[in-house]
């Protein structure tokens, strides 16, 4: 599976956007996805989950209630809708595919990573 992120921007507190993960092959549609994101200086931290057929997703506590993960399988992609954006959500967005079921938080859960897309949100 190869992932390309993109969409990521520089947005003002309070502002959304919606970064997007297109995948390659037909493995995307059987893996579960991830975003995690990365803040300089930081370790990489899981952000949302959302499994095989898009039934159930997994957030972060910092993020609930303002970011919803999807995925549309006929387009081998996967969004993360972000509201009500923070300056602690700056960050590197990176999604990441996972072969075997379940949801998982940790980065090493995950066999398959984007680049990565850069979000900077300024007060």
């Known amino acids: 599976v190869q992932l390309q992120a993109s969409g990521g921007g520089t947005v003002q507190v309070g502002d959304s956007l919606r970064p997007s993960c297109a995948a390659s092959?037909?493995?995307?549609?059987?893996?579960?996805m991830g975003w995690f994101r990365q803040a300089p200086g930081k370790e990489r931290q899981f952000v949302a989950g959302i499994s095989v057929r898009g039934w159930n997703m997994e957030y972060a506590d910092s993020v609930k209630g303002r970011f919803t993960v999807s995925r549309d399988n006929a387009k081998n992609t996967v969004y993360l809708q972000m509201n009500s954006l923070e300056p602690e959500d700056t960050a590197v967005y990176y999604c990441?595919?996972?072969?075997?079921?379940?949801?998982?938080?940790?980065?090493?859960?995950?066999?398959?990573w984007g680049q990565g897309t850069l979000v900077t949100v300024s007060s």
């Open positions: 990441a595919a996972r072969l075997s079921l379940g949801i998982r938080t940790m980065v090493n859960a995950y066999n398959y």
């Open positions: 092959g037909r493995a995307f549609s059987t893996s579960v």
